[in-house]
């Protein structure tokens, strides 16, 4: 590995500006800070303190943690916690967006923070810089989501099968209306199950109404506003999907406020991370993934490879299923759907509108009248 010394007699400046360049210190002129980082980059230059510093990043390209996140990002933080302690390895949290120099390579960002690897969260507008990071050759895996590059490490669950199975469960029962709360911001998970959703209704040859189809940011606020939305329609549903469980936790609770009786009147199939849907009354019927799990094996495998653990594979691609669990939010259908207004106040149901009649001009009924004849 260069030193600071090589890399400033072959860029041509003092040390000093290679300090302050690799420390992205803001007074350097641009060419002379391209110079000097395709300088470092070619000697794959690392710090001293960088070299035995034991840390991983849990890297995010955008925002850290946005609300909409849910609760997936906790349990995974915990479970990476918990994978660092064998090789005594610590954890910090990065904005790639807010914190990387448009100049600088991944690596060079990530070495100049004091990462030893990375844990990326990303999404689906956010799967390049995945390719760009695994062409440097930085030591990553990302988590909830799969790519079919081999280069690139992923740690994620499935979720499509039983997210099937969670809307078959509804259709069995006898629901015809079923609603679907899904995630605003696109990934693999999430888009498994909106695809589930889909083919488990075309499989029962049941329609998907796309009016009971809600997509906003996973919150407690929005899944309460999702439910006052669609209990309001002239034929609001009896069941629905939701996809996160944050999104559950809110709309559970504006059933509570709006009187709705779950799951007698409303059933309802949420989403789970972690142990969520055991502190829910009544306990709830989720489709359900393990966030801590996926930190934890992907801090272990990182720390294991950058710490030097003989037979780490070089390369990890691990999936495993979610499970679905039957709880206490599902049952068949009232005999009558419910509509209810946000105050409480309930109202009829209004009866599906009857087509409307066919007129054929006169002139068109005259000819196929005609028609009619001759063909006779």
Same mark, same amino acid.
């Not at 060419?31 to 991983?56: G, I, N, P």
């Not at 990326?120 to 079919?148: C, K, N, Q, S, W």
């Given at each position: 590995?260069?030193?600071?010394?090589?890399?400033?007699?072959?860029?041509?400046?003092?040390?000093?500006?290679?300090?302050?360049?690799?420390?992205?210190?803001?007074?350097?002129?641009?060419?002379?800070?391209?110079?000097?980082?395709?300088?470092?980059?070619?000697?794959?230059?690392?710090?001293?303190?960088?070299?035995?510093?034991?840390?991983?990043?849990?890297?995010?390209?955008?925002?850290?943690?946005?609300?909409?996140?849910?609760?997936?990002?906790? &349990?995974?933080?915990?479970?990476?916690?918990?994978?660092?302690?064998?090789?005594?390895?610590?954890?910090?949290?990065?904005?790639?967006?807010?914190?990387?120099?448009?100049?600088?390579?991944?690596?060079?960002?990530?070495?100049?923070?004091?990462?030893?690897?990375?844990?990326?969260?990303?999404?689906?507008?956010?799967?390049?810089?995945?390719?760009?990071?695994?062409?440097?050759?930085?030591? &990553?895996?990302?988590? $909830?989501?799969?790519?079919?590059?081999?280069?690139?490490?992923?740690?994620?669950?499935?979720?499509?099968?039983?997210?099937?199975?969670?809307?078959?469960?509804?259709?069995?029962?006898?629901?015809?209306?079923?609603?679907?709360?899904?995630? $605003?911001? &696109?990934?693999?998970?999430?888009?498994?199950?909106?695809?589930?959703?889909?083919?488990?209704?075309? &499989?029962?040859?049941?329609?998907?109404?796309?009016?009971?189809?809600?997509?906003?940011? $996973?919150?407690?606020?929005?899944?309460?506003?999702?439910?006052?939305?669609?209990?309001?329609?002239?034929?609001?549903?009896?069941?629905?999907?939701?996809?996160?469980?944050?999104?559950?936790?809110?709309?559970?609770?504006?059933?509570?406020?709006?009187?709705?009786?779950?799951?007698?009147?409303?059933?309802?199939?949420?989403?789970?991370?972690?142990?969520?849907?055991?502190?829910?009354?009544?306990?709830?019927?989720?489709?359900?993934?393990?966030?801590?799990?996926?930190?934890?094996?992907?801090?272990?495998?990182?720390?294991?490879?950058?710490?030097?653990?003989?037979?780490?594979?070089?390369?990890?691609?691990?999936?495993?299923?979610?499970?679905?669990?039957?709880?206490?939010?599902?049952?068949?259908?009232?005999?009558?759907?419910?509509?209810?207004?946000?105050?409480?106040?309930?109202?009829?149901?209004?009866?599906? $509108?009857?087509?409307?009649?066919?007129?054929?001009?006169?002139?068109?009924?005259?000819?196929?009248?005609?028609?009619?004849?001759?063909?006779?």
């Amino acid at each position: 590995m260069a030193s600071m010394r090589r890399i400033a007699e072959r860029s041509g400046v003092s040390v000093a500006t290679v300090s302050r360049v690799l420390n992205n210190h803001p007074h350097v002129d641009d060419k002379t800070r391209q110079r000097v980082l395709a300088e470092a980059e070619l000697a794959r230059y690392v710090s001293v303190s960088q070299r035995t510093q034991a840390v991983l990043g849990l890297v995010y390209p955008e925002d850290i943690v946005r609300a909409e996140y849910g609760s997936f990002d906790m &349990a995974l933080l915990s479970g990476m916690l918990e994978g660092v302690n064998e090789q005594r390895y610590d954890v910090k949290i990065v904005s790639i967006r807010r914190d990387k120099s448009p100049e600088e390579t991944y690596s060079q960002f990530f070495s100049r923070k004091g990462l030893r690897g990375v844990i990326l969260r990303t999404f689906e507008h956010t799967r390049r810089v995945v390719d760009a990071i695994a062409t440097e050759g930085f030591p &990553a895996i990302v988590i $909830a989501d799969r790519f079919d590059d081999p280069r690139i490490s992923y740690v994620c669950t499935d979720s499509y099968d039983d997210s099937h199975r969670a809307v078959r469960h509804l259709l069995d029962l006898g629901h015809r209306r079923i609603a679907m709360l899904t995630h $605003a911001i &696109a990934d693999t998970d999430h888009n498994d199950r909106r695809r589930a959703f889909t083919a488990a209704h075309a &499989a029962a040859g049941v329609p998907v109404v796309p009016e009971l189809v809600i997509t906003s940011p $996973a919150s407690p606020e929005n899944g309460a506003n999702a439910i006052t939305h669609l209990m309001g329609l002239p034929q609001p549903p009896t069941a629905v999907f939701i996809t996160d469980p944050m999104a559950t936790i809110g709309a559970m609770r504006r059933c509570l406020e709006m009187g709705i009786k779950v799951p007698r009147e409303l059933s309802i199939v949420g989403f789970d991370d972690s142990d969520i849907r055991e502190h829910t009354y009544p306990s709830c019927t989720a489709v359900v993934q393990d966030a801590r799990w996926m930190g934890l094996e992907a801090s272990r495998w990182l720390s294991r490879l950058t710490g030097g653990v003989q037979d780490t594979p070089p390369v990890m691609q691990m999936v495993r299923h979610t499970r679905f669990e039957i709880n206490h939010t599902t049952c068949p259908p009232p005999a009558t759907a419910v509509r209810v207004l946000p105050d409480g106040v309930r109202l009829p149901v209004e009866s599906p $509108a009857a087509p409307s009649p066919v007129r054929i001009p006169a002139s068109a009924a005259g000819q196929s009248a005609n028609k009619e004849t001759a063909t006779r």
